[in-house]
């Protein structure tokens, strides 16, 4: 653009102009300011005008052009173990030979799940990326044998048993069970029973006939109960219900009732391992049946052969190359390749159910902090102030109980939580499909690191691409002209050899520009490369003596040819 906005000054100043003229022009070439400058400063080409403001546009050029250039984190492929354990296969492994008894790891994992303490999920994966991805199929990347859980809220089918026709101690005296045989109650009685928990064993002679594992829970709590001033209770709190079932339950407690049941499934999850924490939701579950040894089910969705199957095409799977098995089911024949079915030996859920009879499993009175013993007649009165219970079992019903704060979520979650626990112990210990292979099983992923991708955000560029057509343009135009007048005015853009060896003459201009004479004292009107090539060839010094500043030749001027 200097070369345009130069060589625009030689026909600018073919007329009469102020000799500043040529300064402002060559300035305007030099950069932003000089064109801001010469933008300002008088009536000019529009060419010129166009030019000068391209020089001054020019300068965004650059941090547009960097916008253009993003850069991201992103995932790129990276060498290394990618594994997340999953268990096809249990045997018996936690469980004593009668599976009457848990051994100390699985039983801690109970214990730990029904208190919520966070999983340590270190066991069930290795990635020595630190990220690693898994291929999925309908959002599931792995599936595993486990237990699932399932709760439900029965307050609705309690019935309430009068024990007093008045109050006593502010309240009724009430028990609430499910039948009226039934030793499984809870009552507001002076020595309140407030907490109970059960979870029976069915004297069958086949354990594997058995069935879920169903715990019932039952407390009194006042949850989402609100203080405030209450004349019908012998506490100021108010729970608001309305019990058809229940009338005479006092109006400062409230009462929650759950059935859960704990039963062998396949557990379906989405997961990852991003900077070395495993990341995993679950998805999905399906019961397992029980058959001969225990329970079984298909696994789907089920990859063979680089093709997905589930239950609706898994009898299409090729029967050459596969290892097929069957077994009887609720008095079906069933059958799929044995890399597609898992199980679970009945001993090692006999022994859970064990291990849950005896320690889930209980009732809980008040613990009367004054007297450091069982609950007193004044103890009722402190249910839900952070109250402690005496449980028959251990100490975790406590927990359970959450200081007169328990609900039917909580409980849920608890049990939920309890599932979780033992699912991944078994994943921990789980064995392949194959009963000839003792090796643990896993899936298997990719590994991945992290590093910075650059993607190219096009639209950024469209402010300098309309700078360089709008300039080739310019050009263009410029070149096309000067080429015209080449003859009258020669293309010397913006060197100053023109105002070295032509001087400035007082007299004036023929129309005919030179008309035929030589402009200066000695040198005919020549195109820029012959005007550099004499000045290669001239030697001057500058002088500014007493008689005028100006440039002196040294030696004599060789002509160009």
Known sequence: MKSVIGQAKWPWMAAARPLRHVEHFDNAGKGAWGSLKFLVSFRKPTATVLGALIVVASYATGPLSQQAVKTYPCEVSA????????????????????????????????????????????????????????????????????????????????IEFEESKTKLVGRYRNSYRFHNNSGFSINTGVEPELFNVTTPVANTIDSRKDGPINTSFLTLSVAGCVAQPNSDAPTDRYCEHDYTNMPRLSSDLDIVAANCSLYPCIRHYNGNVTNGTLNEHLVSTDPMESYAEGYISV????????????????????????????????????????????TMDYTEFRGIRYFLK??????????????????????????????QLHCETGWWLDALYNGGMATFVSLEAAHGNMSIAISNRMRIYGLTSSETDTSNSYQEGTCSKTSICVRLEEWWLLYPAALLVLTSALLVSVYVQSCRDSGRQPIWKSSMLPLIFYNISEEHCSDERNDGRRIGSSVPLLQLPELESRADKTIVSFCSGNEGARFIVEEGVVEAK
């Open 79 to 158: 060498e290394g173990i990618a594994r997340i354990s999953t268990a096809e296969r249990i045997t018996r492994h936690d469980s004593m030979i009668s599976g009457a008894v848990t051994n100390a790891k699985m039983s801690t994992a109970i214990i730990n799940g029904i208190l919520g303490l966070p999983p340590d999920n270190s066991q069930l994966f290795q990635c020595e990326s630190g990220n690693c991805v898994f291929r999925n199929f309908s959002e599931v990347t792995h599936s595993s044998v486990g237990v699932c859980s399932n709760c439900t809220d029965v307050k609705s089918d309690l």
């Open 299 to 342: 696994t789907q969705p089920c990859f063979l052969i680089d093709k997905w199957y589930d239950l609706s095409n898994i009898s299409n799977a090729p029967r050459n190359g596969l290892n097929w098995t069957s077994w009887t089911s609720d008095g079906a024949e069933k059958e799929a390749p044995a890399q597609c079915v898992s």
């Open 358 to 387: 005896a320690n889930l499993n209980g009732q809980c009175k008040l613990y009367d902090l004054t007297e450091r013993g069982p609950t007193s007649s004044d103890a009722v009165n402190g249910i839900g102030n952070s109250s």
